[in-house]
């Protein structure tokens, strides 16, 4: 339709981008092939679509990568969609630290992998200490979260210094309930309920179409 344009999500790593991401073009590869095929049919608006955790290495190569998009090839880069974003509103700083003490501290009472029934079970046990994460489990619910949210949030804190240790457990434990979400809904990647958020939250107005 007239006005409308179309969007592409870039999946990052092993994908748009090989190697290290910085302005050192000999560790610098990228997928030119892909990024002129986008080119020649006219898309130049995109949105990062990532699989990661938030923290300052993490945050700043993917500011590099946007910077890199933006100047070097013309890309207008609208953000970047994580699987944080699933759960982002639902989960805060101090419950995440209470878990990553219950989980990775020096009194840990769990040990099992960070998805799957045996870690639901273990997050509902212990509802009284985690009311917010333990009701997140339950169920994928896109009216509390926005696509992109998590990582817009995070990068600001770069500017003050780095990301904080408490906002990295929030995010690792985000992106744990997001794929568990995800398993849960029938999906074999926490991408497929990324992209759901996305089509209910994220997209602009103006997209017309979307290419993954």
């Known amino acids: 339709p007239e006005g409308h344009r ?24 990228l997928n030119d092939a892909m990024l ?17 955790t938030l ?10 990568l946007v910077e890199i998009l933006r100047e070097r090839y013309e890309f207008e880069v609208h953000g970047a969609l ?8 639902a989960i805060d700083e ?19 992998v960070l998805y799957g029934e045996s870690f639901a079970e273990f997050l509902r046990s212990n509802r009284d200490e985690l ?11 896109p009216s509390r979260n926005v696509a992109g949210s998590a990582f817009a949030e995070v990068a600001l804190q770069l500017e ?13 434990f985000a992106k744990a309930l997001g794929d568990h979400l995800s398993a849960t809904c029938g999906y074999p990647h926490s991408k497929g309920l990324m992209l759901d958020l996305f089509l209910r ?12």
């Open 6 to 29: 179309c969007v592409a999500l870039l999946d990052v790593d092993h994908t748009l981008l090989f190697g290290t991401c910085g302005f050192d073009d000999a560790a610098l590869q």
């Open 94 to 112: 101090a419950e995440a630290m209470r878990l990553h003490e219950l989980c990775f501290g020096p009194e840990s009472v769990y040990d099992g």
């Open 160 to 172: 003050g210094g780095g990301v904080k240790r408490e906002t990295t457990a929030r995010s690792m």
């Open 131 to 141: 009311p917010r994460i333990a009701e997140a489990v339950e169920a994928y619910d």
């Open 82 to 89: 994580t699987p944080c974003d699933l759960t982002w509103e």
């Open 201 to 212: 939250t994220g997209a602009p107005e103006w997209a017309g179409s979307i290419v993954v």
């Open 36 to 52: 002129d095929a986008l080119v020649s049919h006219g898309v130049r608006d995109v949105f990062l679509f990532t699989d990661m």
């Open 55 to 64: 923290s300052t290495a993490s945050v700043q190569e993917r500011l590099t």
